[in-house]
């Protein structure tokens, strides 16, 4: 432990979901890095986003690994919530997809002039358009103010698709996905690795597009407290910011990821198969379960110490914001959710210990 950083908590629950990109809290319990910052961390699993954010500002938490919007979001899903979030480390970008049905994907090919995500919206909109009660397609996402709603919606409007008029906008959680995609509740998905890469491999969807050649570089995980916590726990909030940037760092090499991958694999955090969450970790794309396996790069990018895709600034929170414009959810004190000057400190904090 650093002679420089005494945490005031030494014991800590940091709640997370059940996708690949949990992957830095994972390496950091792994490879002793928590420990190496003076912290004993337990690692809990969450079914939902909205339980998650539930247990933290109930302080049944000291941290989560939370989707990007959250923190920036908190007043208008709660609207009677006194306390705030803060985030002082952006863990990841990039990880989501949207997956269909097989069943959806078959019909609209009668509809298809190419397989491009472009043309499979545009095949949605024909097929809309085309029959006079057309059985309500069912997408879902993870959660109202989500990078998944974004980039569905995205996707939808690239057709000229009215999401809130022309189909049917549900919310699941993550791991709940691919059940009620086999079993006909829902049409189609937009979720965080494997769900997808897990949908195409058993043959219950086909993934249609990978949301990083969508909307590029869009942050998606980051470690959020509770300001009330962060303000009686400074060096505890930066001993866990300093552990989970060295493992974003280690993760971001890529002669690391199956190593990772083989971690995460294991029955007490995704316990689903090594090789699929390998191949995800790895930017290889499986889109269907009959077709060759393609490179998607970017997919998955983890924060570095040496480059600013961890830095939460208020620039990338107001970008997130904006885009939320249409939901009426915009305020420009939102964006301060986003603390670079936490960062700055973890960075220094770490160059220092070099």
Not at 13 to 33: F, H, N, Q
Not at 183 to 189: E, M
Not at 319 to 340: F, K, V, W
Request: glycine residues 4%.
């Amino acid at each position: 432990m650093s002679a420089l950083l005494c945490p005031e908590k030494k014991i800590i629950k940091l709640l997370y979901l059940r996708l690949t990109d949990s992957a830095p809290l994972i390496v950091a319990k792994e490879l002793g890095y928590f420990q190496e910052y003076g912290l004993k961390v337990q690692l809990q699993k969450e079914t939902s986003w909205a339980t998650l954010r539930d247990k933290l500002i109930a302080r049944k938490a000291d941290a989560a690994a939370m989707l990007a919007p959250m923190p920036l979001t908190l007043e208008q899903a709660l609207p009677n919530c006194h306390e705030r979030l803060l985030s002082g480390l952006i863990l990841s970008c990039n990880g989501n997809a949207i997956t269909l049905s097989a069943e959806l994907f078959e019909r609209l090919q009668n509809y298809c002039e190419g397989d491009s995500q472009s043309d499979i919206a545009l095949a949605l909109k024909r097929y809309l358009h085309d029959n006079k009660y057309p059985p309500t397609v069912r997408l879902a996402t993870v959660y109202p103010f989500s990078s998944h709603s974004l980039q569905l919606r995205y996707w939808l409007r690239s057709a000229d698709i009215d999401p809130d008029r022309d189909i049917k906008l549900v919310v699941l959680p993550p791991e709940q996905m691919l059940e009620n995609l086999h079993s006909g509740v829902i049409d189609g998905y937009c979720v965080g690795e494997p769900w997808n890469s897990l949908a195409a491999h058993k043959g219950s969807g086909v993934v249609i597009a990978a949301c990083n050649t969508l909307l590029p570089a869009m942050p998606e995980k980051v470690l959020t407290v509770t300001e009330s916590w962060h303000q009686a726990n400074p060096a505890t909030h930066l001993a866990l910011r300093a552990a989970l940037l060295k493992a974003c760092t280690w993760l971001a090499a890529r002669t690391n990821r199956a190593e990772a991958a083989k971690l995460l694999s294991l029955g007490q955090y995704l316990n689903l198969p090594e090789e699929l969450i390998q191949r995800s970790l790895n930017d290889q794309i499986l889109y269907h379960r009959d077709r060759e396996i393609l490179a998607n790069p970017g997919w998955h990018l983890f924060a570095h110490i040496d480059n600013d895709c961890g830095r939460p600034t208020q620039e990338k929170a107001r970008q997130l914001l904006e885009m939320y414009s249409d939901l009426g959810s915009s305020t420009l004190r939102a964006a301060e959710a986003y603390r670079p000057d936490l960062y700055r400190q973890t960075v220094d904090f770490l160059l220092a210990k070099k």
